[in-house]
C-alpha cells in the first residue's frame, strides 16, 4: 500500500509531461492547421512530430468544441456552448480511460424558433438559399445538426456509401471528426454548407439547421 501514493504521482508526472510535450511538439501545429482548413488526414501527414492519428483526432475534436465550431447542445435552448475537458483515468490495472469533464455551460436565453418550409423553390436553390442565410446571421450563429456519429455506428456500410459520395476533401472531413456516438451540431461554414447540400440533393442527408439571430430553424428532410 505504501508503494501505490508514489506509483501513482508517477504516472500522473509522466501523463503531464507526455501531455506537455505532445502540446509542444504537435498540439499547436495541429490546432493551427485545423484552423486552416486542413483535414484531420491532411493534418497527419503534415506533423514534423510522430503523432498517433486518433491524437491528431482528439486535438482536433477538442479545439472544435472550444472554439464553437462543433456544439453538443442544440443551438438557442440556453445555457450558451458548453466547454469540456477531457481528462485521462487510470483503473487498478493501470488501464486508461477517457472521461469529459463540463468547465463552462454559458448562459444565454433560449431561442423561440420560427420553422421556416422546406418549398420547391428553396430545395432548388439550397446552397444559395443557406449562404444568403449565414450571411443575414453569421457563420457564428448558424449550424447544423450532424448524426454522423450514430450512422456510423448503427450503419457503418450504409454510411460509408453516404460519404463516399461525397467529393474526396469533404469525405476527408467527415470521416477525419471522431463524432461522438449523438447528435453534434456543426457550424455552418462554407464546407459544412456543401457537405449538407451534396448529401441532401443525393437523398443522404435528414437534418435541422439553425439560425439564432433570426430565430429561424430550417428542417431537411
Given at each position: ?202 437523398g443522404e442527408y435528414q437534418g435541422i439547421c439553425y439560425f439564432i439571430k433570426t430565430g429561424e430553424k430550417l428542417r431537411l428532410e
Amino acid at each position: 500500500m505504501k508503494q501505490g501514493k508514489p506509483e501513482a504521482q508517477q504516472k500522473y508526472f509522466k501523463k503531464a509531461l507526455s501531455d506537455f510535450t505532445f502540446d509542444v511538439a504537435s498540439g499547436g501545429a495541429i490546432r493551427h492547421l485545423a484552423d486552416r482548413g486542413y483535414t484531420v488526414q491532411e493534418i497527419a501527414k503534415m506533423l514534423d512530430f510522430p503523432t498517433p492519428f486518433e491524437r491528431v483526432q482528439k486535438t482536433v475534436w477538442e479545439h472544435f468544441l472550444a472554439q464553437k465550431i462543433l456544439r453538443l447542445e442544440e443551438p438557442g435552448k440556453g445555457g450558451g456552448q458548453e466547454k469540456y475537458q477531457y481528462v485521462t483515468d487510470y483503473d487498478a490495472f493501470g488501464r486508461k480511460s477517457f472521461r469529459r469533464v463540463l468547465l463552462e455551460s454559458g448562459g444565454f436565453e433560449p431561442v423561440v424558433w420560427q420553422e421556416i418550409l422546406m418549398d420547391a423553390g428553396k430545395k432548388a436553390r439550397l446552397s444559395d438559399y443557406l449562404a444568403e442565410k449565414c450571411e443575414e446571421n453569421g457563420q457564428d450563429f448558424s449550424y447544423v445538426s450532424c448524426d454522423f456519429g450514430l450512422q456510423s455506428r448503427r450503419e457503418p456500410e450504409a454510411f460509408a456509401g453516404r460519404v463516399q459520395k461525397l467529393p474526396l476533401p469533404l469525405q476527408e472531413y467527415v470521416l477525419g471528426i471522431p463524432w461522438e456516438r449523438r447528435l453534434v451540431y456543426h457550424r455552418l461554414d462554407n464546407r459544412m454548407r456543401e457537405i449538407v447540400t451534396d448529401l441532401y440533393r443525393g437523398g443522404e442527408y435528414q437534418g435541422i439547421c439553425y439560425f439564432i439571430k433570426t430565430g429561424e430553424k430550417l428542417r431537411l428532410e
